[in-house]
């Protein structure tokens, strides 16, 4: 039971899903191992224990592979609700499917844009092949439908968008213009970005969440009235675009993203409670990222910011509750 709501990250990459290195893996290990020395692990069960405590924790978390992929839960087990449906959509719906969600549920995929990274679980999403689930696709591009059919046409993917078993509706919605799912109130806003992104807030039960990727902020971003802090007022938790770090030695202007650093002094002026930090580069090493948290962290504490009170790194699997 998720009460009164949660977060729950299934991909948190950008640009394109990454596979686990063996450099990587083999640097969590020696750190494991070196942590572990003097430690009496006789058995599976206290290794396991151990790891437990180390992980999260110490030594730097795995941040994961899949590009974006957010789930809101709630109480209402048969209707689930995704921002973007990158191939962390994959992972979700093989668990959903593991932890017997019935057929006949329905799942809103909330979309910010059509660019691969955001659409490319689709096609894998094993809930589409299963009749009687109802799968509802919102975005504000007009091509919507469009680009979840192309994608999954010849040459590209084998099965047709035609032969897939679950009811699939696209609603094309007005940017701007709040409207209700599931007892959400969702607004939006249009985002600089390739081609366009659309921001989400959604709100229940005096909660809300904003979903904010593939968004640059460049101008008017200093003015008083600029809308995006109006957009993430107060919210409890700021889903932000940190693709880039303090470190990068050239801002990647007109690419379309952001930086923690602007995800820090934006949540100060919004007052937005705890920043999360989302999209990651995929070039980005485990440790990379952590130290372009600490950076982030240390920035607003250095500032003396009473916002954002807390600052995290999103990594795939990460459970966030409100
Ligand atoms: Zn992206
Ligand atoms: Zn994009």
Known sequence: MHSPLSIRFWGTRGSFPVGTSRAALRE???????????????????????IDTIFPGTIPRFFGNNTSCVEILDDDADTHIFCDAGSGLCDAGQYWVDHGASSGATYHLFITHLHWDHIQGFPFFPQIYIPGNRIIVHGFHENLEHAFRLQMSAPFFPVPFDALKASIAFEVHTPGVPFEVAGYTVHS?????????????????????????????????????????????????????GMYSADDDAPKLEWGHSSSM??????????AKHLVLFHHDPTRTDEELEQSLSHAQNYAADCDYDYPQDISASYDGWELNL
């Open 262 to 271: 602007m995800g820090v002094e934006l949540a100060h002026r919004a007052q």
């Open 28 to 50: 969590h290990m020696v750190e494991a191992v070196h942590l572990a020395e003097g430690k009496p692990l006789k058995s599976r069960a206290e290794a396991e224990a151990f």
């Open 189 to 241: 806003i249009e985002q600089k970005h390739p081609g366009l992104s659309y921001g989400y807030r959604f709100e229940k039960a005096g909660k809300s969440i904003v979903y904010s990727t593939d968004s640059e902020h460049l101008e008017g971003v200093e003015e008083a009235g600029y809308p995006f802090v109006e957009f993430f007022k107060g919210t409890d938790v700021l889903i932000f675009d």
